[in-house]
């Protein structure tokens, strides 16, 4: 085997990485290798496969759509898929317009670039925007400024724009200081909106990349007001909070906030095929309308509302709402094996929100580079679970059709492999 000649691997150095696991076939919870190997998915392959792996339901529902209409150009032409699901989702979050593009990143890109250009169309001068430390919203350059400065984005520092940061206070369980945290935070935002500001971006309720770090929905609203009283737009990236995972549909609804705009992708399609969305207010819309072509939102993709992608949406959409309590008890299932966890002296920080448990392993520095991580998926690996450690940070974000034996399976594992970091 080895490294295949023609294939380039997302944020993979060749040089120290064991090689990639071939896979023939996935189904629910399981991946199985070329060599017959069973894995759980623990982490729904990078937080997208949302019920679980090739779905029957969403299997058909793109089978059925590919024989009828698999794609055609967006800007002079509308289909049945894309209208029900612009209808379905402006709903579901309380935002009446929806945007598509292709993925996380494009959906955020999106959402700036309304926000920056809303501000223009009025006439009015804001160039400031605000993120938060150890924000993540995609890889794209826009995205990327938008991102906490890191190892990932140091070679483009200069191709990336200023952004006003403010401090994420972020809790776990036994944290008896996230009060004062929480008004630090909250005094800097404050200082932060003494300028004029176009827009603050968050991901609602937990950040993901920077390590599964949540945050209490208190400190949500309390953005979301301050935003609103500066006359600022907010943009909720829920691009991996979105669709049940954090136990509520929306990371917004569980907080109590309504975004001006909110970027969805991930879980949109129950993992099977790469498409985003940027939902919008009517007001946003609004702003792009009259007879200057100047007004126009200049941008689009050539695979727009691809019709598969709306059809397994719309199944995946099904699938969600017909079993609420399947998402919305998640926690539940955790908590008990999380508590038990916890009592290892290695666990620090443990925290779990909806679908998604996660603690820090105390040993050496945090951050991404900390080899703790590695080693805990290795031993995992061998107890047939697939995590994937943000440095130290070690979750469980598996698809919910995981069964209690399997969950069994995954903190068992966990359990060992932290024996093992000794
Ligand atoms: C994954 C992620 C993105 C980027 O999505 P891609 O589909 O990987 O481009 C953006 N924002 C958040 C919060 C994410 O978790």
New binding site residues.
């Given amino acids: 085997m080895g490294w295949h000649p023609h294939l380039w691997h997302p944020t993979t150095q060749v040089a120290t990485s064991p090689q990639p696991l071939r896979v023939r076939g996935a189904q629910g919870c399981e991946l199985e290798l070329d060599d017959g190997r069973r894995l759980i998915d623990a982490i729904s392959s990078?937080?997208v496969t949302l019920h679980g792996h090739s779905e029957p339901a969403i299997a058909a529902a793109i089978a059925r759509q590919a024989q009828r209409l698999e794609q055609v150009i967006f800007a002079n032409f509308s289909h049945e898929p894309a209208e029900t699901l612009a209808t379905r989702l402006s709903a579901l979050t309380g935002l009446p317009r929806l945007f598509f593009s292709d993925?996380?990143?494009?959906?955020?890109e999106v959402a700036l670039k309304i926000a920056w250009q809303w501000w223009a169309n009025q006439g009015e001068s804001r160039q400031r925007l605000i993120a938060f430390d150890g924000a993540?919203?995609?890889?794209?350059v826009g995205?990327m400024a938008l991102g906490e400065r890191s190892l990932f984005t140091a070679p483009f520092q200069r191709l990336l724009f200023d952004v006003a940061r403010v401090p994420w206070p972020h809790t776990h369980w036994g944290d008896n200081v996230v009060e004062s945290a929480e008004q630090q935070a909250l005094d800097q935002l404050d200082i932060a909106l003494q300028t004029p500001t176009a827009a603050v971006i968050l991901?609602p309720l937990l950040?993901?990349?920077s390590g599964m770090r949540l945050v209490r929905p208190a400190f949500v609203r309390a953005v979301a007001e301050r935003t609103r009283a500066a006359g600022a737009l907010l943009i909720a990236?829920?691009?991996?909070?979105g669709f049940g995972r954090t136990g509520c549909l929306f990371a917004c609804q569980k907080a109590g906030v309504q975004p001006d705009l909110m970027?969805l992708?991930?879980g949109l399609t129950g993992g099977f095929l790469?498409m985003?969305v940027t939902m919008a207010s009517e007001r946003l819309y609004q702003g792009f309308i009259g007879r200057d072509p100047a007004l126009t939102f200049f941008h689009g993709h050539s695979f727009t509302a691809n019709p598969l992608g709306c059809a397994a949406a719309l199944a995946s959409l099904d699938l969600l709402q017909a079993d609420p309590e399947r998402f919305q008890q998640f926690e539940a299932r955790h908590r008990p094996w999380l508590e038990q966890l916890a009592q290892h002296p290695r666990v620090g920080r443990p925290r779990c929100l909806g679908t998604i448990a996660a603690f820090d392993v105390v040993a050496g520095a945090s951050g991404y580079l900390n080899p703790v991580g590695k080693q805990i998926q290795r031993t995992c690996l061998d107890r047939g679970v697939y995590l994937r450690p943000l440095g130290n940070t070690v979750y469980l974000l598996p698809p919910l059709c995981i069964s209690e034996l399997q969950l069994q399976q995954c903190y068992d594992a966990l359990a060992i492999a932290l024996e093992q970091v000794g």
């Fill in positions: 990078w937080w993925n996380g990143s494009t959906a955020v993540y919203h995609g890889d794209t995205a991901e950040q993901g990349a990236d829920e691009v991996m909070t970027a992708s991930k790469p985003g």
